[in-house]
């Protein structure tokens, strides 16, 4: 579904000729995707789309994020909506001390930040008796951070989680979340909708700058998403192909 977003902000991104890179492709590995507003508008749509069937019922699934049913899941998506509003409205001076790719080595699955972030996440969402209304607020930030994004120049300096990057590279971290988390959602919901390609090879681009190069493993996207979020455990035969990298894993969390 669509018709949470605005025509407008459909209009930005709608590309129906782009081809996302390839798995594997060197060429992907570049700090943001060549049309981030694109990325961006893509991904929180296919989110989106996937969030607004949900009920009250499935609200109550778990994630592929721990602790976090999908009703908690979808507040912090709201809060990165909503961070992604004042960080669009926040130009700085510079100079920029993050990109798309440094900005995940802070994100660590086991640091206090993650732990305080689980539970800030569970008592939001607790202050909804019912989903619905939970559900409407994600939708409509969502899509008036799109269209916020849309209307920023992506070389613009602005300002998020003390620090500072250009618009651009935001977009491409607010991809990468959104997308990773639209694969913590679908965890228990096998008949919702995926991530878009453009949010997919986001993540792909991202991971690979982590890594230093494309991944020696011949993964999926969504596979490569959560091994390398440490979603899911590497076998021995991927820490084996992975080499001294396995002990890097998970790349952030």
């Not at 809060?79 to 669009?88: G, M, P, S, T």
């Not at 559900?135 to 994004?149: K, S």
Request: one cysteine or more; proline letters at 9%; glycine letters at 8%.
């Amino acid at each position: 579904m669509t018709e949470h977003l605005p025509d407008r902000v459909r209009a930005v991104h709608a590309d129906p000729g782009r081809t996302p890179p390839a798995p594997g492709d060197p060429g992907g590995i570049r700090p943001v995707p060549a049309d981030p507003v694109h990325a961006l508008g893509a991904s929180y749509e296919a989110l989106a789309a996937a969030v607004t069937p949900l009920g009250e019922e499935e609200s109550w699934r778990p994630t592929g994020c721990a602790g976090w049913v999908v009703r908690d899941l979808v507040h912090h998506c709201l809060a990165d909506c909503r961070r992604a509003l004042v960080a669009l409205h926040t130009p700085h001076t510079g100079p920029p001390d993050r990109d798309a790719v440094t900005y995940w080595q802070q994100w660590r699955p086991d640091s206090a930040d993650a732990a305080q972030e689980r539970r800030s996440a569970r008592l939001g969402a607790s202050t909804y008796p019912d989903f619905a209304p939970l559900r409407e607020l994600y939708l409509e930030t969502a899509a008036a951070a799109v269209t916020a994004a849309a209307r920023t120049g992506t070389e613009v300096l602005v300002s998020t989680q003390g620090h500072v990057l250009t618009a651009g590279d935001l977009m491409a971290t607010l991809t990468v979340e959104a997308t990773v988390h639209h694969l913590d959602l679908t965890y228990a919901l096998p008949a919702a909708p995926g991530p878009s390609a453009a949010g997919l090879a986001s993540v792909r681009s991202a991971l690979d700058g982590l890594l230093g190069r494309p991944v020696p493993l011949d993964w999926d996207d969504g596979h490569y998403a959560r091994a390398a979020t440490g979603r899911v455990p590497l076998t021995d035969t991927e820490r084996r192909a992975l080499g001294r990298d396995a002990e890097r894993f998970p790349l952030f969390g």
